[in-house]
């Protein structure tokens, strides 16, 4: 066996779990469907005549609205928040490397000696590294507090797809009423399709199986809606 046949062997991809897009388009998706169904069925529940169904399609339409925006200003200030604290720490060991380069080099080392290094293959892996300073600071900041200076996350990219995400996702509980249907029922149904969809696909980044995330999701979004819906039978009654 070659070493084209070992590399083919042996080779393979990992998910980018890291991304910057990932985490708020996923969580944005989701909570787009299961807000907004809520929502339309808390105000399905305490409207049940004839005018209910326009006063669902404007909440449904202000609760996209709303949280759309929300969500991308709260991921564009979290994740410009931990971008730039971590920018900050990763300064602060660039200063650290070049004013004191020997104990810095010494600190790698026996990092690495407690990672399992032999304490000479230790000492020769540090020397290394810090033959440059960017490599040295890559390094460290991976070591110490567990941050690449070169994948850190985009806030306007957490910001759209978080933005984008729920918008899509908040839609798919309005859909049926802008169509001219008035029950409530074919948007719990497809409201619930796609959360089993949306938890499905999820499961592909994890070693859940298919069925256990959209039934998950599916178990969640029915307990949400059924409680909102009940909430607002209430609420309609004491108002009427």
């Known amino acids: 066996m070659d070493s084209s046949d070992v590399s083919a062997e042996i080779g393979h991809e990992h998910g980018d779990v890291n991304a910057g897009w990932l985490r708020p388009a996923v969580f944005g998706a989701m909570d787009g469907l299961v807000s907004n169904a809520a929502l339309i069925a808390g105000v399905a529940g305490g409207t049940r005549d004839a005018s209910g169904a326009s006063a669902v399609v404007l909440a449904g339409l202000a609760g996209l609205a709303a949280g759309a925006f929300s969500m991308a200003a709260g991921e564009y200030a979290s994740v410009a928040s931990q971008a730039e604290a971590a920018e900050f720490e990763v300064a602060k060991e660039r200063r650290e490397i070049v004013e004191n380069p020997a104990l810095e080099q010494a600190e790698l080392a026996e990092m690495l000696q407690e990672r399992g290094l ?26 110490e507090f567990g941050v690449d200076p070169d994948e850190l996350a985009s806030p306007l990219v957490a910001a759209v797809s978080s933005f984008v995400s729920f918008s899509l996702g908040a839609l798919v509980p309005v859909l049926p009423f802008l169509f001219g249907i008035t029950m409530l029922w074919p948007t719990m149904t497809l409201t619930l399709l796609a959360l089993f969809g949306c938890g499905a696909v999820v499961t592909r980044l994890t070693n859940r199986p298919w069925w256990y995330g959209g039934g998950r999701q599916v178990l969640l979004g029915a307990a949400a809606f059924a409680i909102t819906y009940l909430i607002g039978i209430g609420v309609g009654e004491g108002l009427a």
């Open 118 to 143: 032999e304490p000479a293959l230790a000492q020769e892996v540090a020397e290394q590294v810090h033959r440059d300073v960017d490599t040295a600071v890559a390094v460290h900041s991976m070591e």
